[in-house]
DNA sequence: CTTATATAGTTAGGAACCTAATTATATCTC
DNA sequence: GAGATATAATTAGGTTCCTAACTATATAAG
């Protein structure tokens, strides 16, 4: 019972219709309750990918963060300042730093002074560090494109446009009461 | 520029097909860059909403998890056991003695010794605790609607199916290369 | 030129969640 | 009933990311 606790765990965490049901029924509140079983599975979703992602990128020695801060550098010639990786990965220059500190005591970056400017220093992929990506890449893509296997190339499109609009939506939790969502989401 | 920078990071964030592209592209892989793109979209929709959710309940002096806990205990006639907590919520027990401390000191439960079995305190929900559920409930949930109102009724139900689907092809990050994924997944 | 202000990166400290070890109680097995 | 084992909750310490304060450099205003 004990490894299968662990697995009933996990399932037994997905919220139903009838739990957001009962909730509205409580207050008597006007509200559509598959709506809000949507919200509750997509945050559900999002802290279980989170978990596993970090669990994936874990066997490679390395964190998400880690991970999508090389993928950036390696996208950008293998060099970028940190303010320019902050905004990319959409995480704090602070958190940056920190991803930086780890990755260059591991050898897979390098920092580097830059003349022009005084204050800044450019981060630098290292041989070892692209070796690293190379290594991880077969692995790694497969298994993302193992995740979405069980929808077919219409179904991922369709999934494409449904989550980009809820996306939009989730400036409804942090912006005022009312208010429309905004900014603009393409798929290119 | 300073606020305008922080909208700006937000949206820069989110992963683009030609990314995917030329990330695939790179190492001459056999994968489909729509079903990378599924996955990183995923991902950045889960911190995002993840974020957006610290912020909401916040406004309540709350966090995620401590409202997860006292919505849970309210659905179960308003007592439980941690280990239950940690099994609705799918997170550990350690975890719940965390968000049971802070809940204590705030009023919004207590905690109560069993004489049935000495090892288990089961947990409370105050009278403060059922009045902060109450008074949170119309805006919270006003919210979370709001959320998802660029989907109409018949999107709504897709996007749950489709969601359902990419949440257990979770497992293939986890799990052993190859593997299908299993668990079921009702709307029930 | 000097003072004020903006910007780049870092440091310090906090919140949320985790795993592993610990403590106390309960339940088997002989 | 005594000793081994299992279970409930907690504690200790680590990871990731955050905000706010700080340092150093650059730029603008007088």
Sequence with gaps: MNNNNKVTNDIDA????????????RYNLDIDAQAI???????AAGAKLGHASEIHFSRFGLSTGRYRLLADLEDNEGEELPSQLAEHLGVTRATVTGLIDILERDGLVSRRSSSDDGRQRSVIL???????LRQMAPEHFARLEAMVGL?????????LDLLGRVTQGISALTGELGSKPKGNISNE
Excluded at 14 to 25: A, E, G, H
């Design 14 to 25: 997905i919220p139903s219709l009838v739990q957001s049901k009962r909730q509205i029924d």
């Design 37 to 43: 079983l949507v919200a509750s599975r997509l945050m």
């Design 126 to 132: 290292t041989e070892e560090g692209a070796k690293k």
């Design 151 to 159: 929808l077919n190339i219409d179904e991922r499109s369709v999934f």
